[in-house]
C-alpha cells in the first residue's frame, strides 16, 4: 500500500486512490458488523473523499490563480 502512495505524484491521481480507498473500506464493512464499527468506517471512508474534493479544490484553484497571474 505505501508503494502505492509514494507512486501518486499528481493531485488528479491522489484523489482516485482517495476515493478508491473510501469504496473499499464501504465495501468491506459489511452490514452484519457492531454498529461501532460501522459507523466508524463510514466516517473514514466520507474523510477521505472529503479530502479528495478538497485536494481537487485547492489545485484547481491554484491552476486558476497561475492562469490569471499569466
Given at each position: 500500500?505505501?508503494?502505492?502512495?509514494?507512486?501518486?505524484d499528481?493531485?488528479?491521481?491522489?484523489?482516485?486512490v482517495?476515493?478508491?480507498?473510501a469504496?473499499?473500506i464501504?465495501?468491506?464493512?459489511?452490514?452484519?458488523?457492531?454498529?461501532e464499527?460501522?459507523?466508524?468506517?463510514?466516517?473514514?471512508?466520507?474523510?477521505?473523499?472529503?479530502?479528495?474534493?478538497?485536494?481537487?479544490?485547492?489545485?484547481?484553484?491554484?491552476?486558476?490563480?497561475?492562469?490569471?497571474?499569466?
Amino acid at each position: 500500500m505505501s508503494e502505492l502512495v509514494e507512486a501518486v505524484d499528481e493531485p488528479g491521481r491522489l484523489s482516485e486512490v482517495l476515493r478508491a480507498w473510501a469504496e473499499a473500506i464501504r465495501e468491506d464493512t459489511p452490514a452484519s458488523v457492531d454498529a461501532e464499527r460501522a459507523e466508524r468506517n463510514a466516517a473514514m471512508a466520507g474523510l477521505l473523499e472529503r479530502a479528495s474534493q478538497m485536494l481537487l479544490e485547492r489545485y484547481a484553484a491554484e491552476g486558476l490563480l497561475q492562469a490569471i497571474r499569466r
